[in-house]
């Protein structure tokens, strides 16, 4: 493998190179809000609430600038299976990160290690291939020269998501020949090294038509479009039909990408695809470990209580797939036996989850589901911040920055307990100055989740006092008060901000970039009327992404 490790740590290389954050004892706090007050009006939800249109009255058609994407750890096992039917987690060497709040990979790869770590799961990959790959069942066809050529250079189009040009063909045959020379299963295994280790396999890069450019917009080729169409909807390389339906130069306007969209929203890839964005988006699936540690917090003693949990909360959006609404306000949540005995939900359960209602409970939607709740606390007292951080970020999408450490300092000393965790926030957050702004902003929106401790366990009284979740948050230029977390999530689903912030939410995710509104502005605003005029089931705000100039094009360079 002598010759093909320096082909593919030149290649690698390459790849890398494209594209080159003391005071008193305090005791009394504030006044709480008022024990019962009046509830927020209850008009007659839209399936998607109107959001007024204003980014695209100057006609200009604009978009952000490509991102050179490489495959995640999961997006590349997906690939190598589909590809070859490789089983396994190929892709284990890849360290994932944050990128844009989703789980992703880095650029451009930097470290020889890593470098390393594609190059042995090529070889694995190939190695296998030999066993998974119906082409390469008959040994005796290894040795023929014509079949291997024709096998590579269709095993090429698909991996690389677009047609080799003669000269790889040409190049991956050399390597071909030369591994033949210890037999012809060695030959294939140094061709198919090649292919998986290329950079035109790890990266998704996206160069666009520029002889084809409209303006400052370059249309991506129908391969490119095909590649990003696939990876958004089923996190992997496209399917035969697809690339048939590209190589006939069929994907070149808004109409015929929305067609193979639909087909592939349908899929199970795509439903489980859809399940990756949100639970990525209430970050119950991190790139952070402390997660992890946190939804094991829900029931220590339980081996498959992460498991549960995500499972749990996926059935949960599947059943929430009809409406927006439902999103918030689903009062079903899904068990099974281990998790029943987790949660204490009376009954008999087997392994197959069954919805149950826990109205006692207070909990509806979502941002009801321990999932949620468990992986957004605090080990102290200070949950309610940190679930009115992640709200604010990913469900309203107002940002607040997060405090330096020395913020830290101007907080007064609270020297012993008071009564229950939003009382010492409030005292705490009404005294720091400097924090009082941000904290006025985010904290409502955690204090309607004072009913569930760190673990995500519902709580009515925290010793003997009991718990207050009323507060008042202000979303589409009013003011709602809520009394409790199910108002609160009804309040979130009829607002158009929320609405519009989801829709921010699936760009990110699709193109691995925060919008920008002076370019992606209109873009965004026809996917939300897209999305309404389709009727507002969740799978349809993934599709109507699909038909923008942000999906279609990429910005031009000078």
Same mark, same amino acid.
Not at 151 to 180: H, I, N, Q, W
Not at 388 to 401: E, M, Q, Y
């Given at each position: 493998?002598?010759?093909?490790?320096?082909?593919?740590?030149?290649?690698?290389?390459?790849?890398?190179?494209?594209?080159?954050?003391?005071?008193?004892?305090?005791?009394?706090?504030?006044?709480?809000?008022?024990?019962?007050?009046?509830?927020?009006?209850?008009?007659?939800?839209?399936?998607?609430?109107?959001?007024?249109?204003?980014?695209?009255?100057?006609?200009?058609?604009?978009?952000? #600038?490509?991102?050179?994407?490489? !495959?995640?750890?999961?997006?590349?096992?997906?690939?190598?299976?589909?590809?070859?039917?490789?089983?396994?987690?190929?892709?284990?060497?890849?360290? #994932? !990160?944050?990128?844009?709040?989703?789980?992703?990979?880095?650029?451009?790869?930097?470290?020889?290690?890593?470098?390393?770590?594609?190059?042995?799961?090529?070889?694995?990959?190939?190695?296998?291939?030999?066993?998974?790959?119906?082409?390469?069942?008959?040994?005796?066809?290894?040795?023929?020269?014509?079949?291997?050529?024709? *096998?590579?250079?269709?095993?090429?189009?698909?991996?690389?998501?677009?047609?080799?040009?003669?000269?790889?063909?040409?190049?991956?045959?050399?390597?071909?020949?030369?591994?033949?020379?210890?037999?012809?299963?060695?030959?294939?295994?140094? %061709?198919?090294?090649?292919?998986?280790?290329?950079?035109?396999?790890?990266?998704?890069?996206?160069?666009?038509?520029?002889?084809?450019?409209?303006?400052?917009?370059?249309?991506?080729?129908?391969?490119?479009?095909?590649?990003?169409?696939?990876?958004?909807?089923?996190?992997?390389?496209?399917?035969?039909?697809?690339?048939?339906?590209?190589?006939?130069?069929?994907?070149?306007?808004?109409?015929?990408?929305?067609?193979?969209?639909?087909?592939?929203?349908?899929?199970?890839?795509?439903?489980?695809?859809?399940?990756?964005?949100?639970?990525?988006? +209430?970050?119950?699936?991190?790139?952070?470990?402390?997660?992890?540690?946190?939804?094991?917090? *829900?029931?220590?003693?339980?081996?498959?209580?992460?498991?549960?949990?995500?499972?749990? *909360?996926?059935?949960?959006?599947?059943? %929430?797939?009809?409406?927006?609404?439902?999103? *918030?306000?689903?009062?079903?949540?899904?068990?099974?036996?281990?998790?029943?005995?987790?949660?204490?939900?009376?009954?008999?359960?087997?392994?197959?989850?069954?919805?149950?209602?826990?109205?006692?409970?207070?909990?509806?939607?979502?941002?009801?589901?321990?999932?949620?709740?468990?992986?957004?606390?605090?080990?102290?007292?200070?949950?309610?911040?940190?679930?009115?951080?992640? !709200?604010?970020?990913?469900?309203?999408?107002?940002?607040? #920055?997060?405090?330096?450490?020395?913020?830290?300092?101007?907080?007064?000393?609270?020297?012993?307990?008071?009564?229950?965790?939003?009382?010492?926030?409030?005292?705490?957050?009404?005294?720091?100055?400097?924090?009082?702004?941000?904290?006025?902003?985010?904290?409502?929106?955690? =204090?309607?989740?004072?009913? =569930?401790?760190?673990?995500?366990?519902?709580?009515?009284?925290?010793?003997?006092?009991?718990?207050?979740?009323?507060?008042?948050?202000?979303?589409?230029?009013?003011?709602?008060?809520?009394?409790?977390?199910?108002?609160?999530?009804?309040?979130?689903?009829?607002?158009?901000?929320?609405?519009?912030?989801?829709?921010?939410?699936?760009?990110? =995710?699709? +193109?691995?970039?925060?919008?920008?509104?002076?370019?992606?502005?209109?873009?965004?605003?026809?996917?939300?009327?897209?999305?309404?005029?389709?009727?507002?089931?969740?799978?349809?705000? =993934?599709?109507?992404?699909?038909?923008?100039?942000?999906? !279609?094009?990429?910005?031009?360079?000078?």
């Amino acid at each position: 493998m002598g010759g093909c490790r320096s082909l593919l740590f030149g290649l690698v290389t390459v790849a890398s190179c494209i594209g080159s954050i003391e005071p008193d004892d305090v005791i009394d706090s504030p006044p709480s809000p008022a024990d019962d007050p009046a509830a927020p009006a209850d008009p007659t939800p839209l399936p998607i609430p109107t959001v007024t249109q204003s980014a695209c009255v100057d006609g200009a058609r604009k978009t952000g #600038p490509a991102v050179l994407a490489r !495959l995640s750890r999961d997006e590349l096992t997906a690939s190598v299976a589909d590809l070859v039917r490789v089983g396994g987690d190929p892709g284990s060497f890849i360290r #994932p !990160l944050d990128r844009n709040g989703y789980i992703g990979v880095s650029d451009p790869i930097a470290d020889p290690e890593t470098q390393l770590g594609y190059l042995l799961a090529a070889e694995k990959i190939a190695q296998q291939a030999l066993q998974t790959v119906p082409e390469l069942a008959d040994a005796s066809k290894l040795g023929d020269p014509v079949y291997v050529r024709a *096998f590579l250079a269709s095993l090429g189009t698909r991996a690389f998501r677009r047609p080799m040009t003669p000269t790889e063909v040409d190049e991956t045959f050399k390597l071909y020949t030369k591994g033949a020379a210890f037999g012809p299963a060695e030959g294939v295994v140094w %061709a198919l090294t090649a292919i998986f280790g290329s950079p035109h396999f790890i990266y998704r890069i996206e160069l666009g038509l520029p002889q084809r450019a409209e303006g400052d917009l370059v249309p991506l080729s129908p391969f490119e479009r095909a590649s990003r169409l696939s990876y958004f909807l089923t996190g992997s390389t496209p399917d035969a039909e697809l690339m048939a339906v590209a190589s006939q130069n069929q994907l070149g306007d808004a109409a015929q990408l929305e067609r193979q969209a639909r087909r592939l929203i349908a899929t199970d890839a795509s439903r489980r695809r859809m399940n990756t964005f949100f639970r990525q988006w +209430l970050r119950i699936e991190s790139a952070d470990a402390n997660i992890e540690e946190r939804l094991r917090s *829900f029931d220590p003693l339980s081996p498959t209580v992460v498991t549960d949990l995500r499972a749990s *909360f996926t059935r949960m959006v599947d059943q %929430a797939g009809t409406g927006f609404a439902d999103l *918030f306000t689903s009062p079903r949540f899904h068990v099974n036996r281990t998790l029943a005995r987790s949660w204490g939900v009376a009954g008999t359960f087997g392994v197959d989850y069954t919805p149950v209602r826990l109205d006692a409970e207070l909990r509806t939607g979502v941002l009801g589901h321990p999932a949620f709740l468990a992986a957004n606390a605090s080990d102290g007292f200070a949950s309610a911040s940190i679930r009115g951080k992640l !709200l604010s970020d990913r469900v309203t999408c107002t940002p607040i #920055p997060s405090p330096s450490d020395d913020l830290f300092d101007l907080f007064p000393r609270i020297t012993r307990p008071l009564a229950t965790d939003r009382k010492t926030l409030e005292v705490l957050h009404s005294n720091s100055g400097t924090c009082a702004a941000c904290h006025k902003a985010l904290d409502p929106l955690g =204090f309607a989740f004072e009913n =569930f401790d760190r673990r995500g366990r519902f709580r009515a009284t925290q010793g003997t006092t009991p718990i207050d979740s009323s507060g008042e948050v202000t979303l589409d230029g009013k003011s709602w008060p809520y009394r409790n977390a199910p108002e609160f999530s009804a309040i979130l689903a009829r607002s158009a901000t929320v609405s519009a912030c989801l829709a921010r939410q699936v760009f990110r =995710f699709a +193109l691995d970039r925060h919008e920008d509104a002076a370019t992606d502005g209109c873009s965004i605003e026809r996917q939300l009327a897209g999305w309404q005029k389709s009727g507002g089931g969740l799978p349809d705000l =993934f599709v109507a992404l699909t038909t923008t100039d942000a999906f !279609l094009y990429v910005r031009k360079q000078p």
